[in-house]
C-alpha cells in the first residue's frame, strides 16, 4: 500500500522550544493531509486538516498558533509545536489518502 | 475532552481461535469504514475497508460486517496468531466530512499461546 512517513520518530526538546514534526507521502501526491494526536492507551484525536497551498483547518479547541501546520508541497506537511511544554509531550500522527487513509509510523515527543 | 488513565477494552483470545472485535459507530451519515491494527509505538495499519453499500467484506483471514440498521461494525480475525496482538481501532468516515476520520475508542486485543 501507500507509504506515509514522518519524521523524526522520536524527539525531546526543552520546555519552551519550538519542534517540527515532518510527513511525507513517499509514492503518492496528497492535497490534504491530517495531523492527530494520541495519549497512551487512548484513542486518536484529530488535531487539524492540512491543506496543501492553504491554511490548515484545526479542530475545537486546538490552539493553531501553537500547533503550526505547513503544507507547502503536494508530498509534505510538517507541524511545529511552538513554545512546548511538558503537557504537549504525546504520540503525533499524520495520514494521507491514496485509495484509503494511510497513516505515518507516528512521531514520539517529549518535552522536558 | 482527554480521559486520563482510561483502560482499553480488551479481548483474549487463544491462539488459533477465531476473534470478532466490534465497534458501534455514532454517525448515521457515515458511508465509509476502516479497521485499524496498531502496534505498541507505532502508527495505525490498515486492515480492511467497506463502504456502506455493503455489509460484508472479506480479506486475507479478515472479515469485517457492517450493520447500519444499528450503527454497528466488527472485525473478524480467523485462526489468531500471536502477531496478531495490538490494539484494533474502527475509524468512520461521512461523504461531506472530507477524508477526517473518527476514530472509535480500540480495543486491545491478546493471543495467549
Known amino acids: 500500500g501507500a507509504v506515509v512517513s514522518q519524521h523524526p520518530s522520536r524527539v525531546i526538546c526543552k520546555s519552551g522550544t519550538s519542534v517540527k514534526i515532518e510527513c511525507r507521502s513517499l509514492?503518492?501526491?496528497?492535497?490534504?493531509m491530517f495531523w492527530y494526536r494520541q495519549f497512551p492507551k487512548q484513542s486518536l484525536m484529530l488535531m487539524a486538516t492540512?491543506?496543501?497551498?492553504?491554511?490548515?483547518?484545526?479542530e475545537q479547541g486546538v490552539e493553531k498558533d501553537k500547533f503550526l501546520i505547513n503544507h507547502a508541497s503536494l508530498t509534505l506537511s510538517t507541524l511545529t509545536v511552538t513554545s512546548a511544554h511538558p503537557e504537549d509531550s504525546s504520540f503525533y500522527i499524520c495520514?494521507?489518502?491514496?485509495?484509503?487513509?494511510?497513516f505515518g509510523e507516528g512521531s514520539w515527543l517529549t518535552v522536558v | 475532552g482527554e480521559s486520563v488513565g482510561l483502560h482499553l477494552p480488551t479481548l483474549s483470545v487463544q491462539e488459533g481461535d477465531n476473534s470478532i472485535i466490534n465497534c458501534a459507530y455514532s454517525?448515521?451519515?457515515?458511508?465509509?469504514f476502516i479497521w485499524y491494527k496498531q502496534e505498541s509505538g507505532k502508527g495505525p495499519q490498515f486492515i480492511i475497508d467497506?463502504?456502506?453499500?455493503?455489509d460484508k467484506r472479506q480479506g486475507q483471514r479478515v472479515t469485517v460486517l457492517l450493520n447500519k440498521t444499528v450503527k454497528h461494525l466488527s472485525l473478524q480475525i480467523a485462526a489468531t496468531q500471536p502477531g496478531d496482538s495490538a490494539v484494533y481501532f474502527c475509524?468512520?468516515?461521512?461523504?461531506?466530512?472530507?477524508?477526517?476520520?473518527?476514530f472509535g475508542t480500540g480495543t486491545q486485543l491478546k493471543v495467549e499461546l
Open positions: 495520514s494521507a489518502k491514496e485509495n484509503t487513509i494511510y
Open positions: 509514492d503518492f501526491q496528497a492535497t490534504t
Open positions: 492540512s491543506n496543501e497551498g492553504s491554511k490548515a483547518t484545526y
Open positions: 454517525n448515521s451519515a457515515s458511508d465509509y
Open positions: 467497506i463502504r456502506s453499500n455493503m
Open positions: 475509524a468512520e468516515n461521512s461523504a461531506g466530512g472530507g477524508n477526517k476520520l473518527t
